[in-house]
């Protein structure tokens, strides 16, 4: 299998450990350039597509491997086995932080600390618990990207992005999921948005960082502080930002709350 084609991966940087960089829904690896070069003088950096986005070859794409978020994360482990050297450390953008998460219960010791950015394990509001959105919600939004993808995609895009100030950003992330295979989306969606990884991060002590904006539709401040609470060796940094993408949004924020936290890994940066 070259995981090079297969998931369109990059090598770049230098350093004595590595960060692998792993996109979320409708986007691609290209959404890291706003903050990816601050650490390549510092750390391996290793960019990918997950299968069915971005460069990535659509021919390796199997519906039934990746009907569950376990089946990235093996290809996760996959690519981390190839390209990286030293301590690694996952770089999630907010279902790649679960997919983060599940390859490391995979192979427990290979990763060595998570940065999640705008993670979270669920989505639906159950009991206590406040994922942000009410069951009907979900399959309402589920059920119009069912009917009209690119009618979702260029309403919604913009709605998740935020950014007020910054249109292009959302015009951006608007390109990005019209872009994406309507089939291959949808099928994407309805796995990220009904999956309930609350028991495979509880107690997970892997040291984590979990960046989350201080206004996100998509994954509210409550999921942080859930995530805190259940990850016992986590690191809550809350980033001013409106919208669900801080690191396009706000990248010299996110870029300053990691590198306080990969520090041990890589060597203060210079500012």
């Keep these: 299998m070259d995981l090079q084609y297969r998931n369109n991966t990059r090598v770049m940087g230098d350093g004595p450990a590595t960060l ?55 290809d996760l482990n996959e690519i981390i086995d190839q390209f990286a050297t030293g301590p690694v450390i996952l770089v999630g953008h907010s279902v790649s932080a679960m997919i983060g998460a599940l390859a490391d219960s995979q192979s427990p010791g290979r990763i060595a600390a998570h940065v999640m950015i705008g993670p979270s394990p669920c989505y639906i509001d159950s009991d206590d618990y406040v994922g942000g959105f009410r069951l009907e919600d979900i399959h309402s939004l589920l059920d119009t990207l069912d009917r009209n993808y690119l009618g979702w995609s260029s309403t919604m895009a913009p709605v998740i992005m935020g950014a007020p100030g910054q249109p292009a950003l959302g015009e951006e992330l608007t390109n990005s999921f019209c872009r994406t295979e309507p089939e291959i989306a949808k099928q994407f969606a309805r796995v990220t948005f009904m999956s309930d990884n609350r028991n495979d991060v509880v107690g997970l002590d892997t040291p ?15 999921v942080g502080e859930y995530l805190h609470t259940v990850l016992p060796n986590s690191t809550l940094c809350l980033v001013t930002n409106v919208g669900h993408c801080p690191h396009m949004s706000a990248p010299s924020a996110c870029s300053k709350a990691m590198d306080s936290f990969l520090a041990p890994w890589g060597g203060a940066h210079v500012y």
Excluded: E
């Design 20 to 74: 692998v960089f792993s996109h979320g829904f409708g986007c691609d690896q290209t959404m890291w350039r706003y903050v990816v070069d601050h650490f390549t003088g510092r750390f391996k950096v290793v960019l990918y597509d997950l299968v069915g986005a971005g460069q990535s070859d659509l021919g390796a794409y199997d519906k039934i491997k990746y009907n569950s978020l376990a089946g990235y994360a093996q």
């Design 208 to 222: 984590t960082l979990i960046l989350q904006s201080t206004d996100d539709l998509i994954a509210p401040v409550a």
